[in-house]
């Protein structure tokens, strides 16, 4: 049953990536009107790592890395097909690789958060 809990968290980490990183490229959510500097839609991928970690049994960490792992391709030939004026290959992988980074930020952080919880609790 344990192993069926990772894949759930893999799978809906994977999906969830996926849409976040649709919408930052067709820019759903866009923060340039408010005058930030920088990407504040990258916080966005703290969500697939908080969802999949929260569902994942074991390996709260590992399975939420395995989906964004697994996401990054997709985007990438997303990306490819999808833009015309595409920007540097290289640029758009250390866009891919912050996402996967800021998504197991939100992985850890929940991790955090529930093992501070446990620990008051008990």
Known sequence: MGSNKG??????????????FL???????SATETGFRGEPGM???LLPGIVA???????RLRYPFLGALMAM????????????????FWQ???YVMSA????????????????SCQRYFR
């Open 7 to 20: 894949c759930v968290g893999a799978t809906c980490c994977f999906l969830l990536f996926t849409v976040v």
């Open 23 to 29: 919408s930052q490229k067709m820019d759903v959510f």
């Open 43 to 45: 916080l966005l991928f």
């Open 53 to 59: 970690s929260g569902l994942s049994a074991r390996g």
């Open 73 to 88: 391709p997709l985007c990438l030939i997303i990306l490819h097909f999808w833009r015309t004026p595409m920007n540097a």
């Open 92 to 94: 758009e992988l250390a």
């Open 100 to 115: 996967v980074f800021w998504s197991l930020m939100g992985a850890l952080g929940f991790l955090f958060v529930y093992v």
